[in-house]
């Protein structure tokens, strides 16, 4: 059973920086991938970014792009995603989610996904 805990959500101002982590337990993951994503009030669950466990291959959304950096750490079997120059739209419950068989057609589809975390609240005022 693979658990992924999110940490780092918070209130931050516009312009400002955050910085999410994801940890992994039950498994070392050496292959799949990791992604984020978020879902704001009234709105669908929507993909951030994603990398790939074995090659860290990356992945974002048009949205944050430039401003949203996913990476990950191998021996803390950790994932992490730096986000900069925050605006109020980014302010969503965000989550982490893993699987081992997510081909690059569906890594952007959060029904790819086994394995979620219980989100972490970001908000950004304005």
């Known amino acids: 059973q693979v658990q992924l805990v999110e940490s780092g959500g918070g209130l931050v101002q516009a312009g400002g920086s955050l910085r999410l982590s994801c940890a992994a337990s039950g498994r070392t993951f050496s292959s799949g991938t990791m992604a984020w994503f978020r879902q704001a009030p009234g709105k669908e669950r929507e993909f951030v970014a994603g990398?790939?466990?074995?090659?860290?291959?990356?992945y974002y959304a048009d949205s944050v792009k430039g401003r949203f950096t996913i990476s990950r750490d191998n021996t803390k079997n950790t994932v992490y995603l730096q986000m900069n120059s925050l605006k109020p739209e980014d302010t969503a419950v965000y989550y982490c989610?893993?699987?081992?068989?997510?081909?690059?057609?569906?890594?952007?589809?959060?029904?790819?996904?086994?394995?979620w975390g219980q989100g972490t609240q970001v908000t950004v005022s304005s």
């Open positions: 990398i790939t466990w074995s090659a860290g291959s990356t």
């Open positions: 989610a893993a699987d081992l068989g997510v081909g690059l057609t569906g890594i952007k589809r959060a029904a790819e996904y086994l394995y």
